[in-house]
């Protein structure tokens, strides 16, 4: 019955303990939050209070949101990733969006902000050649890319259209690190640095247009086309890539700098191309070999298909199933199923 009765009474003050420690745990919080407005209260007799707290917590505020530090009136974030924008912030901390070729997305910058935009590939961090960069153009449309003028020279037979100084080293003694300006948009600058790097810019998806203007360019900067879009490169895959879509465009490109090899591989998706719809720019855009080899290709797979139709099985030493009357209505009448389809048959069949 004693026994019972301590039970009793020990559970009742750990109810008792608990339910008071809650109170002040929680009153300790409300007084830490409430604002002052008088004077400062008398000092708690804390070890009263926590004598009845079998585990004391720790009421630290934790830090979920990146921290933003007021410095003589100006807002400072943390350094954000190397991505294809930059923004360098003074008075906002909002970092603008990115669109989904790689370029600037268009945003209305907000008041005292300064909008910078960096290549993600041709970035100052970037891991693509031993070096630093150590050369920056920028396109017509504000786009900073951080380049190596070894690279670009190397690939170059005119000093990059004469932006840089001949002997790579000179870079070192001279101020090569300014930034020059290009009249590409940024767009067509990128797969022409991709292509000067033998990298695949794939997975910016550029249109076509685009791969066209970045291939005439090649010429500008003093960069063979017949050195750089051969079989087993990154330019000559994507460029083939949009053989179903445009065989004509493409195949007047391969034509203008003699890509022989693309051209090949896009006339195949010409055979069925009505060639009495080519205009004059288109012609001239060709030119007269490659033009002349378009109409050849598709003559001569029409006069291929009449040899191998048109001559009439040789004939056989008479049957009694089938003399020589029979063979002579099997000659006529493959003529005529020959010539039918042969008129009609078009180089695509």
Same mark, same amino acid.
């Given at each position: 019955?004693?026994l019972?009765?301590?039970f009793c ?10 339910t ?6 929680h009153?300790s919080?409300?007084?830490?939050r409430a ?9 708690t ?9 079998a585990?004391?917590?720790?009421f ?5 949101e990146?921290?933003?530090l ?25 970092m +603008?969006?990115?669109?989904?070729d790689g370029? +600037? ?6 008041e ?6 960096i290549?993600?590939?041709?970035? +100052?961090?970037?891991q ?7 050369v920056?153009?920028?396109t ?10 070894s ?9 990059f259209?004469?932006?840089l100084p001949a002997d790579?080293?000179?870079?070192e ?11 590409e948009h ?6 022409l640095l ?10 910016y998806?550029?249109p076509?247009?685009?791969?066209v203007?970045?291939?005439n ?9 017949k050195?750089?879009?051969?079989p087993?490169?990154?330019t ?5 890539s949009y053989?179903?879509l445009f065989?004509l ?25 009505p ?8 012609a001239?855009?060709i ?7 378009l ?7 029409s ?6 139709l ?7 030493a008479?049957?009694p199933w ?7 209505k ?5 003529a005529l199923a020959?010539?039918?389809?042969a008129?009609d ?5």
């Amino acid at each position: 019955m004693r026994l019972r009765d301590d039970f009793c009474r020990r559970s009742i003050f750990a109810c008792v303990s608990r339910t008071q420690s809650f109170l002040f745990l929680h009153l300790s919080l409300f007084i830490r939050r409430a604002p002052v407005f008088m004077e400062t209260p008398t000092p708690t007799d804390w070890d009263s209070v926590l004598q009845f707290v079998a585990d004391p917590l720790d009421f630290e505020p934790k830090a979920t949101e990146t921290a933003v530090l007021q410095t003589n009136g100006n807002l400072q974030v943390p350094t954000p990733p190397v991505c294809l924008i930059l923004m360098v912030v003074f008075n906002c901390s909002r970092m +603008p969006k990115l669109s989904n070729d790689g370029t +600037p997305a268009t945003e209305e910058p907000a008041e005292g902000t300064t909008l910078v935009s960096i290549s993600t590939t041709f970035y +100052p961090g970037a891991q693509i050649n031993e070096t630093t960069p150590d050369v920056v153009l920028l396109t017509s449309d504000s786009v900073f890319f951080y380049v190596h003028a070894s690279a670009l020279l190397g690939s170059s037979g005119n000093q990059f259209n004469s932006l840089l100084p001949a002997d790579p080293g000179s870079c070192e003694n001279q101020d090569c690190n300014a930034v020059l300006s290009i009249p590409e948009h940024s767009t067509v600058l990128n797969v022409l640095l991709h292509i000067i790097y033998d990298m695949s810019c794939i997975h910016y998806s550029p249109p076509f247009p685009t791969l066209v203007a970045a291939v005439n360019c090649l010429s500008t900067y003093g960069i063979s086309p017949k050195l750089v879009c051969v079989p087993s490169t990154p330019t000559y895959t994507l460029l083939l890539s949009y053989a179903p879509l445009f065989p004509l465009e493409l195949y007047a490109l391969a034509a203008s700098f003699d890509l022989y090899d693309l051209a090949v591989a896009t006339s195949s998706h010409l055979l069925s191309f009505p060639l009495a719809t080519i205009t004059d720019e288109m012609a001239e855009c060709i030119g007269p070999v490659y033009l002349k080899r378009l109409f050849f290709l598709h003559f001569g797979r029409s006069d291929a298909l009449k040899r191998v139709l048109l001559p009439p099985p040789h004939p056989h030493a008479p049957t009694p199933w089938c003399d020589f009357n029979e063979q002579k209505k099997l000659t006529r009448a493959w003529a005529l199923a020959s010539a039918y389809l042969a008129w009609d048959a078009r180089p695509g069949v």
